[in-house]
T-cell receptor, first 113, second 117 residues
Framework: ETGVTQSPTHLIKTRGQQVTLRCSSQ?????VSWYQQALGQGPQFIFQYYREEENGRGNFPPRFSGLQFPNYSSELNVNALELDDSALYLCASSSRTRTYEQYFGPGTRLTVT | AQKITQTQPGMFVQEKEAVTLDCTYD???????LFWYKQPSSGEMIFLIYQGSYDEQNATEGRYSLNFQKARKSANLVISASQLGDSAMYFC??????????????FGQGTTLQVKP
């Protein structure tokens, strides 16, 4: 069974630009969650997608948006990038029938200059 | 509100010894799940162990065990026979929501573990 993959691995953007991060969920998992992890902190929940719809959102502004596709892969889009958006972005895939499984991808490290 | 507290910013342990990483949680839900993850310097978040709130037995996975004390709302991770490769950041997390709803994970601040040779 394939694990969770994310692309790109690293990304450097300028303040005000837009970025798209991608995540492929683990085989058999239909739910994808996105997290932001600032340096030295624990991950913070951004939002979750289930059956192509947003299913819960954390305390993040609307310029953070997402998509889930029929194959359960997902995108995280961030508009009007700010310096504080610099972080490691992690996605996690899970299954509603096996809630103890929450597997993370390797993350995308975003630097905003 | 749900909260995870890890009070040990950093820990040292001698190779081959056991170490306990502390985690306390706060929730008003009757049904919840507790997770431990390991995060090496590479950044990937590696799942270690899971404990459901209704599980009567403490979870074990190889060298990892979870000391679950529900009345005290603690879920400490015990690593036996520490290895140099165990050096990493460790996060305790709680799944918010009822069984059948994957829910979001709430993370603690993490504990950095360094294993000395």
């Amino acid at each position: 069974e394939t694990g969770v993959t994310q692309s790109p691995t690293h990304l450097i953007k300028t303040r005000g630009q837009q970025v798209t991060l991608r995540c492929s969920s683990q085989s058999g998992h239909n739910t994808v969650s996105w997290y932001q992890q600032a340096l030295g902190q624990g991950p913070q929940f951004i939002f979750q997608y289930y059956r192509e719809e947003e299913n819960g959102r954390g305390n993040f502004p609307p310029r953070f948006s997402g998509l889930q596709f029929p194959n359960y892969s997902s995108e995280l889009n961030v508009n009007a990038l700010e310096l504080d958006d610099s972080a490691l972005y992690l996605c996690a895939s899970s299954s509603r029938t096996r809630t103890y499984e929450q597997y993370f991808g390797p993350g995308t490290r975003l630097t905003v200059t | 509100a749900q909260k995870i507290t890890q009070t040990q910013p950093g820990m040292f342990v001698q190779e081959k010894e056991a170490v306990t990483l502390d985690c306390t949680y706060d929730t008003s839900d009757q049904s919840y799940g507790l997770f431990w993850y390991k995060q090496p310097s590479s950044g990937e978040m590696i799942f270690l162990i899971y404990q459901g709130s209704y599980d009567e037995q403490n979870a074990t996975e190889g060298r990892y065990s979870l000391n679950f004390q529900k009345a005290r709302k603690s879920a400490n991770l015990v690593i036996s026979a520490s290895q140099l490769g165990d050096s990493a950041m460790y996060f305790c997390a709680m799944r918010e929501g009822q069984l059948g709803n994957t829910g979001k994970l709430i993370f603690g601040q993490g504990t950095t573990l360094q294993v000395k040779p």
